[in-house]
């Protein structure tokens, strides 16, 4: 897709626009041919409004003031977008802010739309808008390349289906007759792997216990903003605890609050009966946290520099990496070596930066270099988000089998299937609250992703038939909600 957007060059082979063969060196140049791409990481400035981030670099079209933003409402009329021209970026959640890059794509004259990963952050009622906007998209001629590792959807929304394996492709399919298992064994030549945890391994051993955590922060108008409130849990060892929610509703700043990397207003974390809530992070990590964060490329990696020096980050002062308080180039290398041959990271060596190896193999060897100092709790936010079914399988399994010899696991993802394939416990946050709970053995997506959107609260019960109810009623609510979170 780099190639086609024009941000990679090709060493052979052609690419033909409209019957006529094109070359692209730069994605100005792709642009130009009506080709637009809306990319996995969100290309977005959260400072800015939706007008000034449409407009960036294509001031030359529309301007910057009132023509811009007819052309903006008019495109967002057309293809159902709902796109608000004056609102601040950074207000707005995951899905409205794929509509603003789908929007910022079709105003410079878009007529094909790669979308990688599109429903990678987004809850099933989101997925479903989004799949209205492509028909709508579809129906006024627009051609659509949609990415995708999660098999269901491309059945549901493609008209051809075209699968690549190790960077050639193996085979082009109609929708119609086939299944996600053929699909599958396509992709990586055996079925379709599942998140499903048959045994538990939960103890009575508390390893992470939070309580009362509160966390606020004062905007630039002086206005606090509460952020979390008032959150409590304890993960026992042995035991996967999910949390589930939109995007935007706390859970990346309780991941780093539990982190060290924010302070907290108040409340308590305890690691194993030891007070951790105001010591540094490297201490947290030296006392057996292990972290995958969400944005692998700006928490996870230096991406200019080689894997080796990557295996060190967050463990500077741990072995194999260092020695007293020298590090250890040496022992390093041979252990990233090691990961490399452990998790299946498909590189040409260690010598190699991590901005050349593809985001699965980027996460295996951050999931690998978590896993490779015994943690006692692992902090695992989107672990596989991006990455292919193959690779999703390897970091499912490692998870499996570290919580088989007792590790505490906080898993934070939008896959509803892998939460609830995954995870022991379950709970959903909403706006900085955690309001509801469910088991995940009885509980379905459809109504998980209606407690996220603060439809349902207290704790989940399986409805029958739920699945084709309106948000509202796809789950049942217990008796014991508090007034104050009863919707």
């Keep these: 897709m780099k190639i086609l957007y024009g941000m990679q060059q090709p060493d052979e082979g052609t690419i033909t626009v409209n019957g006529e063969t094109v070359t692209f060196h730069t994605p100005a140049d792709a642009i130009a041919r009506g080709i637009g791409m809306v990319h996995q990481h969100f290309m977005l400035a959260d400072n800015l409004t939706v007008l000034e981030n449409v407009v960036l670099g294509a001031e030359k079209l529309y301007g910057i003031g009132g023509k811009a933003r007819a052309k903006i409402r008019e495109i967002s009329d057309a293809y159902s977008l709902n796109v608000r021209p004056d609102v ?31 429903t990678a952050v987004l809850v099933p009622q989101e997925v479903d808008a989004l799949f209205d906007n492509l028909r709508e998209l579809k129906a006024e001629g627009l051609t659509v390349i949609f990415i995708s590792h999660k098999l269901g959807e491309v059945l549901s929304v493609a008209d051809e289906i075209t699968v690549i394996r190790r960077g050639t492709t193996v085979g082009t399919v109609e929708p119609a007759g086939t299944t996600t298992k053929q699909l599958a064994e396509l992709m990586v030549g055996s079925e379709l792997p599942t998140p499903a945890t048959e045994e538990s391994t939960v103890t009575d051993v508390p390893l992470l216990k939070v309580d009362g955590l509160r966390l606020a922060q004062t905007d630039l108008d002086g206005v606090e903003r509460i952020i979390l409130d008032d959150i409590s849990f304890t993960i026992h060892q042995g035991e996967v605890l999910g949390i589930a929610g939109v995007e935007g509703n706390g859970q990346s700043e309780l991941v780093e609050a539990i982190m060290g990397i924010r302070a907290l207003n108040s409340g308590t974390i305890a690691l194993d009966g030891k007070d951790i809530s105001h010591i540094p992070t490297r201490h947290r990590r030296e006392a057996g946290v292990g972290y995958i964060p969400e944005d692998r490329h700006r928490h996870g990696l230096l991406l200019e520099a080689p894997l080796w020096e990557n295996r060190i980050l967050g463990h500077v002062t741990e072995k194999p990496n260092s020695r007293g308080q020298l590090l250890d180039i040496k022992g390093a290398r041979t252990d990233t070596e090691r990961i490399i041959q452990a998790y299946d990271v498909r590189t040409p060596g260690i010598d190699v930066t991590a901005a050349s190896l593809s985001g699965g193999n980027q996460q295996k060897l951050i999931v690998g270099r978590e896993m490779s100092h015994a943690p006692k709790l692992l902090i695992a936010a989107h672990p596989t988000r991006g990455v292919d079914v193959g690779a999703q399988a390897a970091i499912w399994d490692h998870i499996r089998e570290a919580r088989r010899e007792g590790l505490a696991v906080l898993l934070i993802s939008a896959d509803l299937d892998e939460l609830i394939g995954l995870s022991d416990t379950l709970r959903v946050m909403y706006r900085g609250r955690l309001v509801a709970d469910a088991d995940p053995a009885t509980i379905t997506p459809e109504e998980l992703g209606s407690a996220m959107t603060g439809a349902a609260t207290g704790h989940l019960e399986h409805a029958e038939g739920s699945a084709d109810d309106s948000a509202g009623d796809s789950a049942a609510i217990s008796a014991e909600d508090d007034e104050d979170d009863a919707r």
């Design 88 to 118: 601040l970026l950074e207000e707005l959640g995951v899905a409205d802010r794929q509509r603003v890059e789908i929007l910022k794509v079709l105003y410079r004259g878009a007529k094909t739309l790669i979308l990688d990963e599109p």
